[in-house]
């Protein structure tokens, strides 16, 4: 079971949450861009753009914060912020 974490924070708070969970024998790659995909659509978000700084942190941590630069859109929030919790 692979599951990513989807948390969207302002002023440090936590505002909403999700898991995105997928059981398919797809790539790591492929099941996290549907996760966030996915966890987008749900909050009502366009898709953010995946920046070197981005890219870089979720190699190493396997989390990452999408701000307002990684938005073609307004965000009226901090920072949309995803985890991989689990995996096959």
Not at 22 to 48: A, M, Q, V, W
Request: include cysteine; charge should be negative; charged fraction near 35%.
């Amino acid at each position: 079971m692979f599951r990513l974490w989807g948390k969207i924070w302002k002023d440090n708070h936590l505002l909403q949450d999700m898991v995105f969970e997928d059981d398919s024998n797809d790539t790591r790659t492929h099941k996290i861009f549907r996760g966030l995909e996915k966890i987008c659509y749900d909050f009502d978000l366009s898709n953010p753009i995946w920046l070197e700084k981005t890219i870089a942190e979720f190699k190493r941590h396997d989390k990452t914060r999408f701000y307002q630069d990684n938005f073609i859109e307004e965000i009226p929030f901090d920072y949309l912020e995803i985890q991989v919790i689990e995996e096959d």
